[in-house]
Nanobody, 125 residues
Framework: QVQLVESGGGLVQAGGSLRLSCAAS????????MAWFRQAPGKEREFVAA????????NYADSVKGRFTISRDNAKNTVYLQMNSLDPDTTAVYYC??????????????????WGQGSQDTVPS
């Protein structure tokens, strides 16, 4: 079992930055890949970024490339999402997810076995 707890969300003005954290507990953190997803009001949950178990591979949704950075610190059992140049379209609940069935399915919500509770990020228009 893996437990995930997100933190770092909040209200930020357009053009600002936020860093989300997701602390994991349970199984050895360095043995599984991690990802971030988001869900805006009235929309389906969508992939944002993923990182392999040792951090050597990262993948991003086209909409966040160049603005968001996913990273992990296996010594702290934590994955991060640095979000820069935020705009109202990035307003959503952000979820971290752990242990995809296969890293090749990193963008598929159905692939993940564990989810955090979500962190609300709001960028007013």
């Amino acid at each position: 079992q893996v437990q995930l707890v997100e933190s770092g969300g909040g209200l930020v003005q357009a053009g600002g930055s936020l860093r989300l954290s997701c602390a994991a507990s349970g199984r050895t953190f360095s043995t599984y890949s991690m990802a971030w997803f988001r869900q805006a009001p009235g929309k389906e949950r969508e992939f944002v970024a993923a990182i392999s178990w040792i951090g050597s591979t990262t993948n991003y949704a086209d909409s966040v490339k160049g603005r968001f950075t996913i990273s992990r610190d296996n010594a702290k059992n934590t994955v991060y999402l640095q979000m820069n140049s935020l705009d109202p379209d990035t307003t959503a609940v952000y979820y971290c997810a752990a242990e995809p069935d296969n890293y090749n399915t990193y963008a598929n919500t159905d692939s993940y076995n564990y989810w955090g509770q979500g962190s609300q990020d709001t960028v007013p228009s």
